[in-house]
């Protein structure tokens, strides 16, 4: 079951475009080993405007994801590569829809 998520908006500083596209990229490593993110998605939304959406069972998998390795890479690597803090949204999974799955 799939009840909570997080939206990430991440705005890469000029001329790090590729950098941020390198790093989302490299973060699928580390989330194929939390038990608790069922889907994980890196995004690019324009040229310098890029973010992660992902789903999890309950609001204690997901504090897991934010204070593990994803969240401190960004906090590690943030002020190098973002233009501006990143925008974290927690949001309510109303109905969904994955292999196997479904409310």
Do not use: C
Not at 38 to 53: H, P, V
């Amino acid at each position: 079951m799939i009840e909570v998520a997080l939206s990430v908006v991440l705005r890469a500083k000029p001329g790090k475009e590729e950098e941020v596209a390198e790093f989302l990229r490299s973060a699928r490593s580390i989330v194929e080993q939390e038990e608790g993110t069922r889907a994980w998605f890196a995004l690019k939304f324009d040229a310098s405007t890029f973010g992660i959406f992902d789903v999890f069972p309950d609001d204690e998998a997901r504090q897991t994801h934010l204070s593990g390795g994803v969240g401190q890479a960004l906090a590690a690597q943030g002020a190098d590569l973002f233009s501006v803090d990143p925008n974290i949204q927690n949001i309510d999974v109303l109905a969904y829809k994955l292999p196997g799955e479904s409310v």
